[in-house]
Antibody, heavy 119, light 108 residues
């Protein structure tokens, strides 16, 4: 069974950092792209970032480019999203989701972790 | 970027009725690279349709997708109680990946 479990969310200061994790199981980790998709309270969905199966290629939405960094630890089947210079409009539930190739649809989703940016 | 506009914003229907949801793209979506997701309160989205018309594994056959170019439709043939939710379309024709604003299907 495919499982994606996000963690690391919480309250962060504007301008500060936060690191999210996405622990995965139930599928060949290096064969799938892992994405982060976020949803601000009461609003729609926004694709944030993606990392290739090998970890050699990374992609970002313009809204987070230069502030967020995605990475993966193959030994732990885990993907990370390092967020810095956080802004109020980064407040959202962050989901990790799989896709079989980059810039594709999302097959499986985790339950999400809430990030709140506030002073 | 490709902007997706979903209509109506809210659809009020009774169980057993047919639901028709629209997703219109600002530019042509090549290769029918469009997906639909269902999201219930407090839950993650769930893939129900990919490549505009292919039903995802585990999704009931009452869900169907159609369309091409800039106009796409999600149809639920007969609404079941568990189908009342928000539905989003998403294009993967061109980077950045984008979603529509959603259609809420509520019980009338």
């Amino acid at each position: 069974e495919v499982q994606l479990v996000e963690s690391g969310g919480g309250l962060a200061q504007p301008g500060g950092p936060l690191r999210l994790s996405c622990a995965t199981s139930g599928f060949p980790f290096t064969s799938y792209v892992i994405n982060w998709v976020r949803q601000a309270p009461g609003t729609g969905l926004e694709w944030v970032s993606a990392i290739s199966g090998s970890g050699g290629s990374t992609y970002y939405a313009n809204s987070v480019k230069g502030r967020f960094t995605i990475s993966r630890d193959i030994s732990k089947n885990t993907v990370f999203l390092q967020m810095s210079s956080l802004r109020d409009d980064d407040t959202a539930v962050y989901y990790c989701a799989t896709s079989s190739r980059t810039f594709w649809y999302f097959d499986f989703w985790g339950r999400g972790t809430l990030v709140t940016v506030s002073s | 970027e490709i902007v997706l506009s979903q209509s109506p914003g809210t659809l009020s229907l009774s169980p057993g009725e047919r639901a028709t949801l629209s997703c219109r793209a600002s530019q042509s979506v090549s290769s029918n690279s469009l997906a639909w997701y269902q999201q219930k309160p407090g839950q993650a989205p769930r893939l129900i349709i990919y490549d505009a018309s292919n039903v995802a594994t585990g999704s009931p056959e009452r869900f169907s997708g159609s369309g091409s170019g800039t106009d796409f439709t999600l149809t639920i043939s007969r609404l079941e109680p568990e189908d009342f939710a928000v539905y989003y379309c998403q294009q993967y024709s061109r980077s950045p990946l984008t979603f529509g604003g959603g259609t809420r299907v509520e019980i009338k």
